[in-house]
């Protein structure tokens, strides 16, 4: 199965080799930055997944130096939602960028609920 291999993104040539970082590597890195802006929680609530959980909430798409990343978010009652996800933009791409050196050209973001006070503490049960 070609579609479900591991895309690699060339990083550079030298004399000793050649950098590769995965799409999924990516993928962790933006997850990790959203789960670290505050006022923020995944779409279902509860806490942010780590590892391949985050496939869940985060997609990237790679080309020649570049990333796009889509993101689905809830953000909790009493955060601006403007604010919330303005700064979720700048996180990750910030991020995205120091870890990989390759350049973020977007980073789209989809706030799908509110989470209120009550539901905090624990994921709801719709998909």
């Known amino acids: 199965m070609q579609e479900n291999r591991e895309e690699m993104i060339p990083r550079g040539e030298v004399e000793e080799g050649k950098i590769s970082i995965s799409k999924e590597v990516i993928t962790s890195i933006a997850g990790l930055a959203a789960s670290e802006v505050e006022g923020l929680a995944p779409p279902k609530g509860g806490e942010f997944p780590k590892g391949e959980g985050v496939k869940r909430f985060v997609e990237t798409e790679v080309g020649e130096g570049e990333v796009k990343v889509n993101v689905k978010v ?54």
């Open 74 to 127: 809830a953000v909790k009652y009493g955060y601006p939602v403007k604010d919330v996800a303005q700064k979720l933009q700048e996180k990750v791409k910030t991020e995205v960028e120091r870890m990989t050196g390759l350049r973020v050209s977007s980073v789209n973001v989809e706030v799908t609920r509110l989470i209120f006070p009550e539901e905090e503490e624990k994921p709801t049960e719709e998909a």
